[in-house]
Nanobody, 126 residues
Framework: QVQVVESGGGLVQAGGSLRLSCVLSGRTYSTYIMGWFRQAPGKEREFVAA????????YYADSVKGRFTISRDNVKNTVYLQMNSLKPEDTADYYC???????????????????WGQGTQVTVSS
Protein backbone atom coordinates (compact mmCIF):
# COMPACT_ATOMS: atom_id res chain seq x y z
CA GLN A 1 0.00 0.00 0.00
CA VAL A 2 1.26 3.46 -0.88
CA GLN A 3 0.66 6.63 1.08
CA VAL A 4 1.00 10.16 -0.23
CA VAL A 5 1.45 13.06 2.18
CA GLU A 6 1.66 16.71 1.15
CA SER A 7 3.09 19.61 3.12
CA GLY A 8 4.27 23.16 2.63
CA GLY A 9 1.05 25.07 2.16
CA GLY A 10 0.37 28.37 3.86
CA LEU A 11 -0.52 32.02 3.48
CA VAL A 12 1.57 34.17 1.17
CA GLN A 13 1.21 37.57 -0.43
CA ALA A 14 0.72 37.95 -4.16
CA GLY A 15 4.07 37.76 -5.91
CA GLY A 16 5.51 35.51 -3.26
CA SER A 17 6.66 31.89 -3.39
CA LEU A 18 5.92 28.59 -1.72
CA ARG A 19 7.33 25.11 -2.14
CA LEU A 20 5.04 22.14 -1.67
CA SER A 21 6.40 18.70 -0.90
CA CYS A 22 4.82 15.30 -1.41
CA VAL A 23 6.32 12.21 0.20
CA LEU A 24 5.50 8.70 -0.99
CA SER A 25 5.78 5.78 1.37
CA GLY A 26 5.14 2.08 1.02
CA ARG A 27 5.45 0.09 -2.21
CA THR A 28 6.44 2.92 -4.51
CA TYR A 29 8.18 0.87 -7.21
CA SER A 30 5.24 0.93 -9.62
CA THR A 31 4.95 4.70 -9.64
CA TYR A 32 4.70 5.99 -13.22
CA ILE A 33 3.62 9.59 -12.93
CA MET A 34 3.23 11.98 -10.01
CA GLY A 35 0.87 14.88 -10.39
CA TRP A 36 -0.30 17.98 -8.58
CA PHE A 37 -3.90 19.06 -8.75
CA ARG A 38 -5.76 21.87 -7.01
CA GLN A 39 -9.30 22.70 -6.07
CA ALA A 40 -10.48 26.18 -5.22
CA PRO A 41 -13.65 26.74 -3.18
CA GLY A 42 -16.70 26.20 -5.33
CA LYS A 43 -14.67 25.08 -8.32
CA GLU A 44 -13.81 21.81 -9.99
CA ARG A 45 -10.51 20.12 -9.33
CA GLU A 46 -7.94 21.05 -11.95
CA PHE A 47 -4.61 19.72 -13.13
CA VAL A 48 -1.55 21.76 -12.22
CA ALA A 49 1.57 19.80 -13.11
CA ALA A 50 2.91 16.28 -13.52
CA UNK A 51 6.23 14.51 -13.78
CA UNK A 52 7.19 11.10 -15.08
CA UNK A 53 8.80 9.36 -12.15
CA UNK A 54 11.66 7.70 -14.02
CA UNK A 55 12.30 9.90 -17.07
CA UNK A 56 11.60 13.22 -15.39
CA UNK A 57 9.50 14.69 -18.22
CA UNK A 58 7.25 17.44 -16.94
CA TYR A 59 3.89 18.87 -17.96
CA TYR A 60 2.11 22.00 -16.80
CA ALA A 61 -1.28 23.62 -17.01
CA ASP A 62 -1.14 26.79 -19.08
CA SER A 63 -2.22 28.80 -16.05
CA VAL A 64 0.97 27.96 -14.14
CA LYS A 65 3.50 27.53 -16.93
CA GLY A 66 6.55 29.68 -16.32
CA ARG A 67 5.67 30.22 -12.65
CA PHE A 68 5.53 26.71 -11.18
CA THR A 69 8.16 23.98 -11.37
CA ILE A 70 7.61 20.33 -10.56
CA SER A 71 10.58 18.16 -9.64
CA ARG A 72 11.27 14.88 -7.91
CA ASP A 73 13.89 13.19 -5.78
CA ASN A 74 13.67 9.47 -6.46
CA VAL A 75 15.96 8.63 -3.55
CA LYS A 76 13.80 10.51 -1.06
CA ASN A 77 10.56 9.45 -2.82
CA THR A 78 9.52 13.07 -2.81
CA VAL A 79 7.90 15.34 -5.37
CA TYR A 80 8.12 19.10 -5.12
CA LEU A 81 6.08 21.94 -6.54
CA GLN A 82 7.93 25.23 -6.49
CA MET A 83 5.41 28.02 -6.90
CA ASN A 84 6.69 31.49 -7.76
CA SER A 85 4.94 34.73 -8.67
CA LEU A 86 1.84 33.52 -6.88
CA LYS A 87 -1.49 35.14 -7.68
CA PRO A 88 -4.71 35.29 -5.66
CA GLU A 89 -6.27 32.94 -8.22
CA ASP A 90 -3.75 30.28 -7.18
CA THR A 91 -5.57 30.02 -3.85
CA ALA A 92 -6.75 26.42 -3.48
CA ASP A 93 -6.23 23.12 -1.77
CA TYR A 94 -3.34 21.39 -3.52
CA TYR A 95 -3.29 17.63 -3.86
CA CYS A 96 -0.51 15.27 -4.83
CA UNK A 97 -1.47 12.09 -6.65
CA UNK A 98 0.21 8.95 -7.94
CA UNK A 99 -0.40 7.24 -11.24
CA UNK A 100 0.73 3.65 -11.78
CA UNK A 101 0.00 3.50 -15.49
CA UNK A 102 -0.09 5.80 -18.46
CA UNK A 103 -2.57 6.20 -21.23
CA UNK A 104 -1.70 8.88 -23.80
CA UNK A 105 -3.76 12.00 -23.44
CA UNK A 106 -4.82 11.36 -19.86
CA UNK A 107 -2.03 12.93 -17.83
CA UNK A 108 -4.31 15.79 -16.82
CA UNK A 109 -7.20 13.49 -15.86
CA UNK A 110 -7.58 13.09 -12.13
CA UNK A 111 -9.49 9.83 -12.37
CA UNK A 112 -6.40 8.21 -13.91
CA UNK A 113 -4.50 8.68 -10.65
CA UNK A 114 -4.66 5.87 -8.10
CA UNK A 115 -3.56 7.36 -4.80
CA TRP A 116 -4.18 10.82 -3.42
CA GLY A 117 -2.91 12.78 -0.48
CA GLN A 118 -5.04 14.70 1.99
CA GLY A 119 -4.16 18.06 0.48
CA THR A 120 -2.43 21.19 1.68
CA GLN A 121 -4.00 24.62 1.64
CA VAL A 122 -2.45 27.53 -0.22
CA THR A 123 -3.83 31.03 0.26
CA VAL A 124 -2.51 33.96 -1.74
CA SER A 125 -3.55 37.38 -0.48
CA SER A 126 -3.78 40.41 -2.77
Amino acid sequence: QVQVVESGGGLVQAGGSLRLSCVLSGRTYSTYIMGWFRQAPGKEREFVAAIFWTAGNTYYADSVKGRFTISRDNVKNTVYLQMNSLKPEDTADYYCARNTHFRPGTIVTGSEYDTWGQGTQVTVSS
